[in-house]
Every structure is written in C-alpha cells, then in structure tokens.
C-alpha cells in the first residue's frame, strides 16, 4: 500500500466538496492545498483574495505549494512574497506543515529563505518542494529549521541541476523526502510523467550513496512521517511516498495516454501472430 500526498497548488484544479469526498476514501491519498507563484503572478488581487478566503476553509494537512518563482516573464515578486507570508501565517495559524516551492537563481532562493525565518519558528515543519538550489542554501535552511526536509524529483537525472546530486553525496538523505512531480517533470523522453517515478528517484539516490534501496525508501518514508506528523506507524506500509498533482484535467489526460499505451501493445501483439 502507498502513502501519496498530493498538492492542489493551483486554484483552478482544487477539487470541489465531492471531489475531495471521494478523495477522502482513499486513506493511503492526502492532500495539501496551496496558491502557487505563478498563480499569484497572473491573477487580480480580488481573484487572490477569494483564493485565500477558499484556502482557509481547505486546509487540512498541509498548504502549499507555496513560494516565488521567476519563470514567467512579468514577474511581480513583491506580490509573490506577500501572498508567500500570507499563506505561511495561515500555516502557523492551524498548526500546518509547509510545503514550499522555488524556482530561480540563487538570490530568489535566498529572498525565499528570508521569508521563512522572518515568518516561522525554528520548530515549523516545511517541505522545500523540488529542491534545485546550492549547497549553501541546503546548509543554511537546514541548519535552521529542525522540521524542515527538501525533496528529490526527476530532476537528478540529467544536466540541469547537477548540484543535487552533489547535495546528496555531501549530505546523505536524512531531510529528503522522494517526489515525483508529476505531471510536470519527466523522467525520460516520451514517457509519462507518473508517481511511480519515484521508483527510479529512489534507485537513482541508492546508486549515488551506495545503500539498498530499502534504505533509501525506509528513511524518506521516516522523514516524510515526521514532516506530516502522523500517527505511529503502520507497518503494512510500503515505505514510499509520492508527490504528485492531480486536477481532474490532468487525471483524463493521463488516463487517456495509460489507454493509449495499451492499445498500442495490443495491435503491436495481434500484429506479431
Ligand atoms: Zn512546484
């Protein structure tokens, strides 16, 4: 059985009341709920306003993602802040982990850093989504924030961002926790961004660090527990954890490809008799 947490980030795709219905019977699935970046970037202030109210009234488990990101081309990063601080402070106000998203060069990652210590105690559980950023970063935010873990995507394999594999060498995996990011990021070319990546996330950091795989799943499963507070351990668990996004959009694409795939298989074999 898995543990999933997935994150609704984007408020276009947050389920409704019986969307989140059905989710709730799915108790291996949790879910936080966040306004993202870029979100923040190109709505109205009315739009974020009502964002922030619906927030308030979703929160359960976690809220994020949550953070700046300069992708985009207009980039409004004092808006981005502001809607960062405010979704902290509601963190704080529930007693909720954070889950944190970062895109941009160095400087970003430290105005994003600055936020979180000026907002949260030493003790506040975060989740640094995606971690991409430096060394330094790692050892600065990590050296502050007891609760706070970074995760591993896809992104450790190839070119991009070569400093994550190097962050792991140096440190080991006792803040990480395994994502997929999916849809978003993919694992290789022509294939379908999944949860189930994290298989590979997870083979690739046992490859790095020289220890099974078991391991590797065993102590990011320890972390992710500890991050999301849960109750005491239920051994049935299969130690893995999946980040992922779902919208209902995104779900009926991948459904549709899974199908596609399969039906592809299909006239493949009838083919070869
Ligand atoms: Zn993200």
């Not at 994020?64 to 405010?86: F, P, W």
């Not at 351990?233 to 919208?247: A, P």
Request: glycine content about 4%; aromatic content about 12%; proline content about 4%.
């Amino acid at each position: 059985m898995m543990f999933m947490v997935a994150n609704f980030c984007f408020p276009s795709s947050w389920p409704n009341s019986s969307q989140r219905t059905e989710l709730h019977k799915t108790p291996s699935v949790h879910f936080s709920f966040g306004i993202h970046p870029r979100t923040v970037n190109s709505s109205s202030s009315s739009n974020l306003h009502r964002h922030l109210t619906d927030l308030e009234y979703l929160v359960q488990l976690a809220i994020g993602e949550c953070g700046l990101d300069t992708s985009d081309r207009n980039v409004n990063l004092s808006k981005q802040i502001e809607y960062l601080e405010k979704q902290l402070q509601l963190a704080l106000k529930n007693s909720l982990p954070v889950v944190i998203h970062c895109r941009g060069n160095d400087a970003l990652h430290l105005t994003l850093l600055t936020s979180l210590v000026n907002c949260c105690p030493k003790e506040q559980k975060i989740h640094w989504h995606c971690f991409t950023s430096s060394q330094e970063i790692y050892l600065t935010a990590s050296g502050h924030f007891i609760n706070l873990v970074f995760g591993i995507t896809p992104f450790i394999f190839g070119n991009r961002y070569p400093n994550i594999r190097e962050i792991i060498k140096e440190n080991g995996i006792d803040r990480l926790v395994l994502e997929s990011d999916a849809p978003y990021i993919k694992y290789k070319e022509n294939q379908i961004p999944n949860p189930y990546i994290v298989n590979f996330v997870a083979e690739e950091i046992s490859k790095l660090l020289n220890i099974p795989v078991e391991q590797v799943f065993e102590i990011t499963f320890t972390n992710t527990q500890k991050y999301m507070e849960r109750g005491s351990r239920d051994e049935e668990l299969t130690v893995f954890v999946v980040y992922m996004f779902i919208s209902l959009y995104e779900e009926t694409v991948y459904i549709y490809s899974v199908l596609r795939v399969i039906l592809r298989i299909f006239l493949y074999l009838i083919f070869l008799f």
